[in-house]
């Protein structure tokens, strides 16, 4: 249980951090505006109905699938290769903690801070947005919860990861914002490219069907299909599909049996668990 001292001290020292609390200002503004927006004027944020609690919490996924990763860049990327740089690594292992409990401490750390900052924003919002509807759908909110949590957890452990195998900040954060950008802002446009190439430098009229399991690689798009995948009744009440480049695709009217919404379920357990393994192996047997 060592490594929840190092996690307790990690979260008092991170939860200090103005950039963290300006973020999460920033969500809370957002979320106010978005949630007053679409249940005012529903048609304009592309609803096809009158608003809703469950078009609510779909239209707010896409929110947090850019201030997730964006929160977790600025929160975790000096997590390890700060102590290291400093050389206050040392320091903390002198005491009797080991690698290992450094490593997880500072998971589960930076989990809680992100948790409690996006947890505020997202209390707002939502809550402003049941007030303003008037009902709440309190097994589509636990889930939808649950699932953004999840995805906490996920970039917490792709940003820590990346944090450990570097000693330098500068390069942690090289690391962390070459993800940022490959997988938030470039990746839906990868498999548009691939289709573009296989094709002959043409575009067909409809895309094939492994172009919905290439964009799943993107965290946030798996998180989205998640949520879809978790919600499905709420999902066909407000016909939510997965966007892939210009065109979308359906999981639930795909032949192959990888097109389905649980395959973002899938690849968030992946970026779960295989940067955490990658990251604690470099970090356990590196030079500090």
Not at 52 to 75: C, E, K, N, R, Y
């Amino acid at each position: 249980m060592r490594h929840l001292t190092v996690a307790k001290k990690d979260f008092r020292d991170a939860v200090q951090s103005r950039a963290l609390w300006s973020l999460v200002v920033v969500i809370m503004l957002v979320m106010v505006f978005v949630t007053y927006g679409y249940t005012q004027i529903p048609e304009a944020f592309g609803a096809t109905d009158e608003a809703t609690f469950g078009g609510l919490l779909f239209f707010t996924d896409g929110i947090l699938s850019f201030f997730v990763p964006l929160t977790a860049l600025v929160v975790c990327y000096k997590s390890l290769a700060g102590e290291r740089e400093l050389g206050s690594i040392k320091i903390l292992l002198s005491l009797p903690l080991t690698r290992s409990d450094a490593f997880f401490g500072k998971f589960i750390g930076r989990t809680s801070v992100l948790a409690v900052g996006l947890g505020a924003g997202l209390a707002i919002g939502l809550g402003f947005g049941a007030v303003l509807l008037g009902s709440v759908d309190i097994v589509a909110l636990l889930v939808f919860v649950l699932v953004t949590l999840g995805f906490i957890m996920v970039y917490t452990s792709i940003m820590v990861s990346l944090s450990a195998v570097t000693r330098s900040t500068t390069r942690a954060t090289t690391l962390a914002v070459g993800f940022f950008v490959l997988f938030e802002l470039v990746w839906d446009a990868i498999p548009i490219g691939l289709v573009y190439v296989v094709e002959g430098f043409t575009l067909p009229e409809s895309l094939p069907d492994w172009v919905f399991l290439v964009t799943q690689v993107s965290p946030s798009t798996a998180y989205a299909t998640s949520v879809i995948a978790l919600l499905p009744d709420v999902a066909a009440e407000q016909g939510a599909t997965v966007v892939v480049g210009s065109g979308e695709v359906d999981p639930g009217s795909a032949d192959p049996f990888y097109v389905t919404p649980e395959v973002g379920l899938v690849f968030l357990a992946l970026w779960l668990t295989v940067p955490l393994l990658i990251g604690y192996s470099r970090f356990t047997t590196s030079d500090l």
